[in-house]
């Protein structure tokens, strides 16, 4: 069958796979410490660890929680029933504005190439400013990546946000109905992008020049409260460090492994994996810096509702990684 006409049905079993918010097996050891529960996104982070086995042996039980997009993990992260979250810099700001009680402690760098908006292939929209007039739709919820890139975008173009309607959508269902063309234009990310891409979509523009391309480990200030759990959580960031050293020295094994989570072809498991935020860092003053422009230039053009003050919910002093 073409990758053209693949069905909704299909694209919603992807979706499944990659969406379902639900926890895995607890992993554990004699004697631990504690346990953590770790917020993910489509099986990225998951992944990683299980490619490098970099959670092997740790020093405190843990079990994975699944989430198809940034907004559904804080809602998780905010009622307590994940430890940790890994988002992008703009969902993690709008995450702090919903009084979601976290902290950034870690930074993770990606591609800025691994968003952008997508069209049919037969569309007659061939640039940006050909959104005048049109309705896009910006998965997953206010507040995302995607919606930062659409607006930066258009921006650049020289189109008004009032130009264009703004729909926001969850990315399984709007996956599914750009696969049966009811979706004109779609701002997008990772791994949704990447397989509507290969499924025939246009790239009109993608991230760079407008994304960061920063991600980042958030958690809670409930778990940064437990003395027990805050240990784990440095232990999980040593090893979230150490798991992508290995996926940047073994770029084919992580991509073997990811397709076999996901259940995606290797093919966009590789692409998917190249240009996914991998390694993981100490914030750095560059980081706050670039994040607070991400935070101003939000609160200026109404994505955010207020301000953010990064400084204040980062925690720069939880992690600092071996030598």
Known sequence: MSALK???RT???QGAALSLAVASPLRTMAQAKATLVLGDQA???RSLFEASKALDDAPFAYRWANFQGAAPLFEAQRSAAVDTAMA???PVL???VGKTPLKIVATRVGKPESLGIVVQPDSPLRHVADLRGKTVIVSSARGSISQYQLYGALEEAGVRRDEVTVKFVLPTDAAAAFASKQ???WAIFDPYYTIALQQGGRILRDGRGINTALGFITASEHSLADAAKREAIVQFLDRLARAGDWALANPEAYAQAYSQLTRLPIASARIITAR???AGRPVSEADITALQTVAD???RDGILPTRVDVRAITDTQLWKRPA
Request: glycine share 12%; net charge neutral; proline share 0%.
């Open 11 to 13: 694209w919603l079993a």
């Open 276 to 278: 996914a935020s991998v």
């Open 297 to 299: 230039r939000s609160a």
């Open 43 to 45: 099986g990225g982070l």
């Open 183 to 185: 979706i004109d234009a």
């Open 94 to 96: 709008a995450a702090a």
């Open 88 to 90: 992008g810099d703009l």
């Open 6 to 8: 693949l069905s909704r």
